[in-house]
T-cell receptor, first 115, second 115 residues
Framework: DAGVIQSPRHEVTEMGQEVTLRCKPISGHNSLFWYRQTMMRGLELLIYFNNNVPIDDSGMPEDRFSAKMPNASFSTLKIQPSEPRDSAVYFC?????????????FGPGTRLTVL | AQSVTQLDSQVPVFEEAPVELRCNYSSSVSVYLFWYVQYPNQGLQLLLKYLSGSTLVKGINGFEAEFNKSQTSFHLRKPSVHISDTAEYFCAVSDGGTSYGKLTFGQGTILTVHP
């Protein structure tokens, strides 16, 4: 398996623009997680899905952030409009839920820079 | 609610010396514990995990960790480090219930191995 795939790997945009990050989880995994990593705040869980259904989005910082999982093999994280403070590395991870004992497999991340 | 505290934000060490990275957690229920490693410009990957059984857990790259329930700790150790172990290390906890594999991460410890 190719592992978790994220695109793009790098994104540079200007404040106010819409940004869409994409994730393809490992085939057969049924949980998907979006994280944000910054120097100041460390690794933050934004939202996670189980069987394509959002379970907890309490980590989403503002209404400007939204996430979807239309099917088991694809998820998006959208920021609209983007702001400089959204600059961070965004990770997607997937796991096969086994009552919490499942390992999370991380993608390589998308480095977002908002100018 | 769960929380994870990594007691050292940075640990410098010389090559071939032993190292211990400390992790304490708090939880009101039984937990599963994990250590992840993040090399520069990469996603996180699993080093080892404790689910049940023996409290001494061995992982990849010669790392091991010991689960201590009375002290609520899960410290990571390696008897002799290499330059290639330079990375950031994250301790994480899952409550093993209906969390769908959600992990709570510590703030990370940057291990720097000097020649």
């Amino acid at each position: 398996d190719a592992g978790v795939i994220q695109s793009p790997r790098h994104e540079v945009t200007e404040m106010g623009q819409e940004v869409t990050l994409r994730c393809k989880p490992i085939s057969g995994h049924n949980s998907l997680f979006w994280y944000r990593q910054t120097m100041m705040r460390g690794l933050e869980l934004l939202i996670y899905f189980n069987n394509n259904v959002p379970i907890d989005d309490s980590g989403m910082p503002e209404d400007r952030f939204s996430a979807k999982m239309p099917n088991a093999s694809f998820s998006t994280l959208k920021i609209q409009p983007s702001e400089p403070r959204d600059s961070a590395v965004y990770f997607c991870a997937s796991s096969l839920r086994l009552a919490g004992e499942g390992e999370q497999f991380f993608g390589p991340g998308t480095r977002l820079t908002v100018l | 609610a769960q929380s994870v505290t990594q007691l050292d934000s940075q640990v410098p060490v010389f090559e071939e010396a032993p190292v211990e990275l400390r992790c304490n957690y708090s939880s009101s229920v039984s937990v599963y514990l994990f250590w992840y490693v993040q090399y520069p410009n990469q996603g996180l990957q699993l080093l080892l995990k404790y689910l049940s059984g023996s409290t001494l857990v061995k992982g990849i790259n010669g790392f091991e960790a010991e689960f201590n329930k009375s002290q609520t700790s899960f410290h990571l150790r390696k008897p002799s480090v290499h330059i290639s172990d330079t990375a950031e290390y994250f301790c994480a906890v899952s409550d093993g219930g209906t969390s769908y594999g959600k992990l709570t991460f510590g703030q990370g410890t940057i291990l720097t191995v000097h020649p």
